[in-house]
């Protein structure tokens, strides 16, 4: 058992201060009369020890009431998990030909993006105790989520994420693994990976791809690399001056020799993915190569004690008010 504000504790050791200094504030109450004749009768009634049990239940709820302020609490459901302590970064691409749609989702015919998100939900899904951040990139790149354990704001977020607008659609590479970076220098963890996934080349940004994979391999930051779509022509949908959905075929060649260096350099490893079971593959290789398990216990959930407490305070408290005012009163 514990309790979930133990400071209110102290109070109880005001109660015998305020008990002994009751016992010392006022006078012995006594009734006057003009002659002993007058209370001749009663003067071998013994002494009642009503006031005294009085008082100690009024002590008493106090008390009961000072533990239910302190909110006591029973953990139940004792379990033990496996935490791995490791920091991830999720860098996806939204260039324009992310709307690449080459890749089936139950049956269906769905773009690169759609099917990244999928895929990227389920690698969540499965790591609960590592906080997770995501960063997007086109032809810039910015923090779409930061590092967190709330996975459920974390896939909000993926979730709100689209293809670039035309004029914004290139791919900055080096810019993505440098905003990764950036959420992770700060952090103490032993273990830091990024995980890149891209289907171009970098063609925008201030920052060279390798020149930030040097930082990452500074930083002992691992950086796995996916490179996502068929190879040559790629169906970029479009719709025509009638509303009719037709696709145009666009040539998309992945820098997978620049991507190789990356995660050589760091670490990590490159990864080809041009078919939904490939890209799922890929994340649950990742997913068992990143693992440092660590046995730790963990409450499920906690019952609270504070109707045990308060409810036998207030029972006590309307047994001493009832006393008080029934078969024990006193004369005023």
Not at 6 to 21: D, K, Q, R, T
Not at 50 to 60: H, P, V
Not at 188 to 203: A, E, P, Y
Not at 292 to 306: A, D, I, M, S
Request: no cysteine.
């Amino acid at each position: 058992m514990t309790f979930a504000h133990p400071y209110f504790l102290l109070l109880l050791l005001l109660l015998p201060v305020l008990a002994w200094l009751k016992g010392k504030v006022g006078f012995q109450p006594a009734f006057l009369y003009s002659s002993v004749q007058l209370v001749r009768g009663i003067t071998g009634i013994t002494r009642s020890r009503a006031g005294s049990i009085l008082l100690k239940l009024r002590w008493l709820a106090l008390g009961l009431f000072i533990l239910a302020l302190a909110r006591p609490q029973l953990g139940e459901g004792e379990t033990k998990i496996t935490a791995s302590g490791i920091d991830i970064v999720l860098a996806i691409d939204l260039s324009g030909s992310m709307s690449s749609e080459d890749f089936q989702l139950r049956g269906q015919r769905v773009n690169r993006l759609m099917i990244a998100k999928d895929v990227l939900q389920q690698f969540i899904a499965k790591r609960p105790n590592d906080r997770i951040g995501l960063v997007a990139f086109a032809t810039d790149a910015y923090i779409a989520a930061p590092l967190t354990l709330d996975h459920d704001f974390l896939l909000q977020n993926l979730d709100r994420l689209e293809i670039a607008a035309p004029g914004k659609d290139q791919t900055a590479i080096g810019s993505a693994l440098a905003a990764a970076l950036n959420r992770l220098r700060e952090l103490k963890w032993k273990s830091k990976i990024v995980i890149l996934m891209t289907d171009g080349q970098n063609n925008a940004g201030k920052v060279p791809p390798l020149t930030a994979a040097e930082a990452a391999e500074t930083l002992a930051v691992k950086v796995y690399t996916i490179g996502v779509g068929t190879r040559g022509l790629a169906p970029i949908p479009y719709i025509d001056a009638f509303g009719r959905k037709g696709y145009k075929q666009q040539p998309v060649d992945i820098d997978e020799d620049t991507l190789t260096q990356i995660a050589r350099r760091t670490g990590g490893k490159y990864y080809r993915a041009d078919k939904t079971e490939s890209l799922r593959s890929v994340y649950e290789e990742i997913d068992q190569l990143e693992k440092t398990e660590v046995e730790v216990k963990k409450y499920q959930r906690y019952r609270e004690l504070f109707p045990l407490v308060a409810l036998p305070g207030l029972v006590v408290l309307l047994l001493e008010v009832i006393l008080n005012h029934t078969v024990w009163r006193k004369l005023p």
